[in-house]
């Protein structure tokens, strides 16, 4: 079992800046390829960004390339997601992932979740 805990979700304005910590315990976490998913009012989850295990790799959405960044503290078992240049549409509660495969993380099937937190971005 791995288990996740989110943190650093908040209110932030228009064009600011989070970033968002996973705190992983369990199973040796660099194993596992981890990645950030997001879930707005009304919508169905979705893939924000992903890290192979070792971090060398990184995937993420279009919608979000070129603002926000993934990466991993394999040392800290930690996982980070740095969010700039928010927009409202950003708003959503974000859940970090966890799985053996990055290819299975992008598609969301993964294994291990976190409870979320919440991010709310104003206009």
């Known amino acids: 079992q791995v288990q996740l805990v989110e943190s650093g979700g908040g209110l932030v304005q228009a064009g600011g800046s989070l970033r968002l910590s996973c705190a992983a315990s369990g199973r040796t976490f660099s194993n596992y390829a981890m990645g950030w998913f997001r879930q707005a009012p009304g919508k169905e989850r979705e893939f924000v960004a992903g890290?192979?295990?070792?971090?060398?790799?990184?995937y993420y959405a279009d919608s979000v390339k070129g603002r926000f960044t993934i990466s991993r503290d394999n040392a800290k078992n930690a996982v980070y997601l740095q969010m700039n240049s928010l927009k409202p549409e950003d708003t959503a509660v974000y859940y970090c992932?966890?799985?053996?495969?990055?290819?299975?993380?992008?598609?969301?099937?993964?294994?291990?979740w976190g409870q979320g937190t919440q991010v709310t971005v104003s206009s």
């Open positions: 992932a966890a799985d053996n495969h990055i290819s299975t993380v992008v598609a969301g099937s993964n294994a291990y």
């Open positions: 890290s192979s295990w070792s971090g060398g790799s990184t």
